[in-house]
């Protein structure tokens, strides 16, 4: 079963670089490569990049990230980004991943104060599978609410874009689909393997 990497700010350059030497740490991504940034989503590696602080030198993946409206560059040094960074799924992977959430138990917890926080804690483990299983249950309980009278939880609306936000720009990038296409297909794909069940 996958798991992402965990959420983790970017380091930009005007942080405080570490005292790393440059020749210690080799990079595990090449210039060029698409990958996985947690906070950031998709980026590619546009060049690997020395920068001199205070007696220190230091090697960053500099990064541009391919969604979202920012034109910012992301500075990372190579040591954490090759923890952080990871290589994108593949189709395969995807549609595994999405099969895999049909066997996941409901996650609701009922309580708003520790749903919130089971919640938050799903999305820092990164588990597509479960995450999937989280999207299903909230949209469930928010009909479920709705067709009460009642408006939709506006933390368990924030949660859902999060995790939509999080798993549907790299479906989206590796299907060659777009964005507001990736809940079909996962609820197609849901769909197909209940009938196999």
């Not at 991943?97 to 483990?125: G, H």
């Not at 309980?141 to 859902?160: F, N, Q, S, V």
Request: with cysteine; hydrophobic share 40%; net charge negative.
């Amino acid at each position: 079963m996958f798991t992402a990497t965990s959420a983790a700010p970017a380091v930009t350059i005007s942080e405080s670089a570490q005292n790393i030497s440059p020749s210690s740490v080799s990079p595990v991504h090449a210039v060029g490569a698409v990958v996985i940034h947690p906070s950031e989503g998709i980026c590619e590696i546009e060049r690997i990049e020395k920068r001199s602080f205070n007696a220190s030198t230091v090697a960053y993946y500099v990064l541009k990230p391919k969604f979202g409206k920012s034109s910012s560059t992301v500075y990372l040094p190579i040591d954490r980004g090759n923890t952080l960074l990871r290589s994108l799924l593949l189709k395969s992977e995807i549609d595994q991943i999405i099969t895999d959430s049909t066997t996941c138990p409901s996650l609701w917890v009922n309580d708003n104060k520790k749903r919130k926080k089971a919640f938050n804690d799903l999305l820092s483990e990164g588990d597509y599978a479960k995450l999937i299983r989280m999207i299903r249950d909230i949209h469930d309980h928010t009909r479920e609410r709705i067709a009460d009278g009642k408006k939709p939880c506006a933390a368990d609306e924030a949660i859902l874009e999060a995790a939509e936000r999080l798993m549907h720009q790299e479906f989206a990038y590796v299907l060659h689909l777009p964005l507001e296409e990736i809940g079909e297909y996962i609820a197609r794909r849901i769909s197909d393997a209940d009938v196999t069940a």
